[in-house]
T-cell receptor
Framework: DAKTTQPPSMDCAEGRAANLPCNHS???????VYWYRQIHSQGPQYIIH???NNETNEMASLIITEDRKSSTLILPHATLRDTAVYYC????????????????FGQGTILTVHP | DAGVIQSPRHEVTEMGQEVTLRCKPI?????LFWYRQTMMRGLELLIY????????DSGMPEDRFSAKMPNASFSTLKIQPSEPRDSAVYFC??????????????FGSGTRLTVV
């Protein structure tokens, strides 16, 4: 899996958009970008993923640069409940063999949403 | 759907005792994963199953750890004998094979194990 780089921490005011960056300059053509988050004392939660097009769901938007070397997760209206560690993961979704289950979580970005 | 259910939520045991962690995956999911999370090492994959069969156990730390999946709705992770360095949060996750390219994994709430 390609290595990712994220800022260790970010702050955001409640109600404002939170933009979380991720660098993945060594991403290969068949690797997707996945975002998970982990709220304190809970298991990781899937947010969104994409290959090269921008994606949006009920939780967030994902913007991937044209060269695919970086991406941004956008929480359009952050709430206090969005305070969590956000992980950017790059991998091949259908990787077979022993690499299938290995979601490699880095240190992530601690997002703190304040009133 | 109740999601992935793990029990117990917290476990405190003495060194040398046997510990059994339990997981019930989401109905219809055919892949099940056991992860361990510590401050030092982050989230690590221990083992995963496909259709109740263990596929990759290369992440299991040592022979003291064992995992079983006797049926599609239940899995256990056993540590015998337990040691203080096994203290961690253990997560179970599941996914449906045909969804793996379109959705993420669903994780349980974890079991916080403390070995004293």
């Amino acid at each position: 899996d390609a290595k990712t780089t994220q800022p260790p921490s970010m702050d955001c005011a409640e109600g404002r958009a939170a933009n979380l960056p991720c660098n993945h300059s060594t991403i290969s053509g068949n690797e997707y970008v996945y975002w998970y988050r982990q709220i304190h004392s809970q298991g990781p939660q899937y947010i969104i993923h994409g290959l090269k097009n921008n994606e949006t769901n009920e939780m967030a938007s994902l913007i991937i640069t044209e060269d695919r070397k970086s991406s941004t997760l956008i929480l359009p209206h952050a709430t206090l409940r969005d305070t969590a560690v956000y992980y950017c993961i790059v991998r091949v979704p259908n990787a077979g063999g022993t690499s299938y289950g290995k979601l490699t979580f880095g240190q992530g970005t601690i997002l703190t949403v304040h009133p | 759907d109740a999601g992935v259910i793990q029990s117990p939520r917290h476990e405190v045991t003495e060194m040398g005792q046997e510990v059994t962690l339990r997981c019930k995956p989401i109905s219809g999911h055919d892949y099940l994963f056991w992860y361990r999370q510590t401050m030092m090492r982050g989230l690590e994959l221990l083992i995963y199953f496909n259709n109740n069969v263990p596929i990759d156990d290369s992440g299991m730390p040592e022979d003291r750890f064992s995992a079983k999946m006797p049926n599609a709705s239940f899995s256990t992770l056993k540590i015998q004998p337990s040691e203080p360095r096994d203290s961690a949060v253990y997560f179970c996750a599941s996914i449906k094979n045909r969804d793996r390219a379109n959705y993420g994994y669903t994780f349980g709430s974890g079991t916080r194990l403390t070995v004293v």
